[in-house]
């Protein structure tokens, strides 16, 4: 009895050019005990089977005063009661009405069918979140370049206009030499 819980984190931007992809991390018991301490991680993957009750995650930035982090996390719960039989109480409730079993085959390959496409969703949203994922890790790491590129650019443009400024007065002081 219980439940299987999966949970990762990655950190996928940090505030500052210096600052580390780095995050504390916590799992913390229903009694308040921690199951997981992770200090200073960049990700994470945990996986627990047959857990009951409500556990706390907890993401700790205290070390780094200075620069914020964004942290992707994601928690999977599979329990073992799954609610795969709604599909066969709907036909079950045929019965009543005196529908024969020559349609169970049927049934059984519906449900079959059904269950794959069902799996397949959550496999191609499990995908779609490991791609957003990325790519926010990659839209920031576009936009610290961005940010580097505008301020290496304006302390260029200051030099050249101080190294321009300073080639005007040198020449009128050529012109103007006695």
Known sequence: DGQTI???YGVLSAGGQYAKL???FRIVDPRGIPVVAEFKKKAGSHSFDKMEGDFKICFDNKFSLTSSKVVYFEVIVEGEDEIDDDLAKVFRDGEQFAVEDEYEDNVKEIE????KIREDIIITAHIQVQTQKRLTKDRSMAENNLKRVDTMSLVL???MVGAGMVQVVVVKRLFHQK
């Not at 079959?112 to 269950?115: F, V, Y």
């Open 22 to 24: 780095d995050i504390n």
């Open 112 to 115: 079959g069918k059904l269950k």
């Open 157 to 159: 443009v200051v030099l």
């Open 6 to 8: 999966l949970v990762e």
